[in-house]
């Protein structure tokens, strides 16, 4: 499943639990729990497309987050400490956050962290974005609806992530029924098997 | 991390986590438990126990996904729990949410009939995924179980590892379905049938995404390794 991914590597049971506790209430976000970097190899099998780890920064572990960090590419890698003053391997990490920091903190991060690629709160189409989607609705590729609105593909394109994320709705019969439900096509203009 | 063993009597999981009952139930394990503990009832209805504890110990800490574990019990077991999963959605999850949505809608009023899409739409995921349950029932398991008992007949090696793919686009549309009625369903709907419906979506939300990762992260792993170690 793709999407957003938090995971927390920590050896005590009660950090991953309480900051998988603390962070849960942010909606729609996967939190994975490791006791060990071992075990992390799961992410190879979890296309994310925005990962979020949590680590403990312990010059012991600073082979694994030297390999890690060069995996992670563009991801945000967190480190753990028991107090602010004792942070090796600051390099590797975009952030270093202690346990004694506020819990509020941690979720303030990874708020904003995911928030990034969110544009807009307002899911309010504009009118050329209703009739893209109105021509989607109809079945048309990329290709026919840059011809028929006088515009470029990439237009399109940019057009159609722009309804997605306003709308919340990603798959091409959910956006077919947004547009029938807000009266933007009739259901005869559809063909049947859109929804298929 | 807390997890349920052998020596838990069955009634303390059902206590701890309700939801786990559909999942005892998935193994043919019935009520009446007594002080019985997992251990006992497991041999009672020949269960294997180790991997029913793996199963409900993965559901009830959704934060935990124990791959290695997992990894070492027999494609044969795995495949037997994934047909029985298949059939609690093709007899429970789905004609359930299909009575929720149509009672739903005929609560809204006439005039709003646009709304009757939201039924429509859910007519046609069910469709796509009943298609991509019996294309793994008719396909994918008999394979696996051929490529275990019988390698030597498996003429086929060409696996279609990115099969499971495809039910990434179906979690897509589940998803969108609950946005559809959360963000733009008519005010003036029966608020006890929404209660419900929703109630149903999200627990079949997560039995699914159990079900899609235990095929991505140990089936199909498993089928790779048969494939390279067959001769």
Redesign the interface.
Known sequence: ??GRTII?VHPF?LV??GL?GVLEELQGIR?????SFS?I??VE?TPAENLLLFVPADCRYADELLELRTHLGEHCLVGLTANKTAAPHQKVFDHVFSLDDPASEFVGLAESYFRKEKTSQN?ELTNREREVLRLIAMGHTNKIIADKLFISTHTVISHRKNITEK?????I??LT??A????IIG?GEISPDQ?? | MQEFNENDKMLHLVQTNHNLLPVIHRFGIRLGFGNRKVGELCSEYQVNTAFFLAIVNTFHHKHSFPEERLLSFSPLLIVDYLRKTHDYYIHSSLPQIEVLIHRLLQSTPVQNSEMKMIGTFYLAYKKKLLKHIEEEEKVVFPYVEKLVLQPETVEDRSFDINFEKKHEHVDLELDDLKNLILKYMVPEYDALVCNKLMDEIYSFEKDIREHSRMEDVILIPQVVHLLKTAK
């Open positions: 499943m793709k927390i049971d991953c639990r998988a939190i994975l729990c490791f006791s075990e190899k799961i099998h899911d709308l919340g709705i990603k798959s019969p959910g029924v947004y029938i439900i807000q009266k259901p929804l298929l």
